[in-house]
């Protein structure tokens, strides 16, 4: 929502790159600041971006008005402080109207969430392919180990009743096969079927997260939309014909 902050006269907006515009502000918002052109004060409004304004000067004011407008470095993410501003070089001046900033902000969001969906479905295959190969692998490992199990226990039982037919007690315990440990037994094959399973679930986090920030931009695709209204029209008297966009505020 845009907070209405208009003057009664002509104010001045200052761009960084040194530009002066004539102007009567309607107001400002996180993004944008909407203005009239004095040239055309009944005409479309007209919207900047406030990153590629330096200030605002009112009619009844040599002062700023309002919360300081912020650099583009700093709505990304990077600090950015008041002595620092005048040797950031000055981006270029961007300016469209209500329509226009619409538009471009439902194709970015088309964009991304398509994007984010790709890397998810990406994510989420791959994840679960590495999750099944994984645990493939350690199901047949552990099969194998009882079946070597068997096998030693077999030869033990059969040697242990030949020595007792011949010599009428149990053998050493030294003459008996050892079972080694499920670890040894089946490595290396455990420890790329453990790998595979821990970097498949790794994968699969990833696939979600992106499919939950697809979701987050389509529901805000879907809340720009409705800001929009497209309506065909006729006018008889002209004999001309085609659609009108307009945006709520």
Avoid: C, H
């Avoid at 033990?156 to 050493?172: G, H, I, L, M, V």
């Avoid at 079927?193 to 970097?199: I, T």
């Avoid at 008889?236 to 505020?249: C, D, E, M, N, V």
Wanted: hydrophobic share 40%; no cysteine.
């Amino acid at each position: 929502m845009i907070v209405s902050t208009a003057a009664s006269a002509q104010d001045k907006i200052i761009v960084r790159d040194g530009k002066q515009i004539d102007a009567k502000v309607l107001g400002t918002d996180a993004k944008y600041v909407r203005y009239k052109r004095s040239d055309n004060p009944n005409g479309p409004d007209y919207f900047i971006f406030r990153s590629d304004v330096l200030k605002i000067e009112y009619q009844n004011t040599t002062e700023q008005k309002g919360e300081p407008l912020k650099m583009a470095r700093e709505t990304a993410g990077a600090p950015t402080t008041a002595a620092s501003n005048d040797n950031i070089p000055a981006p270029a001046v961007s300016t469209a109207t209500a329509t226009e900033a619409a538009v471009i902000d439902i194709k970015l969001l088309e964009q991304k969430a398509a994007q984010y969906k790709k890397r998810g479905t990406i994510f989420l295959t791959a994840g679960t392919a590495a999750m099944i190969a994984g645990a493939v692998t350690l199901i047949k490992l552990n099969g194998d180990y009882g079946n070597y199990k068997r096998e030693i226990q077999a030869t033990n039982d059969a040697y242990t009743a030949w020595y007792r037919a011949n010599y009428e007690k149990a053998p050493p315990a030294g003459d008996l096969q050892k079972q080694e440990s499920f670890a040894k037994f089946a490595s290396p094959g455990i420890y790329f079927g453990a790998a595979a399973v821990v970097g498949g679930l790794a994968l699969d986090w990833l696939g979600i997260r992106n499919v939950k920030i697809a979701r987050k931009a389509r529901e805000e695709l879907a809340q720009k939309r409705k800001t929009l209204s497209v309506r065909p029209f006729y006018q008889s008297g002209r004999k001309t014909a085609g659609i009108r966009i307009a945006l709520s505020f």
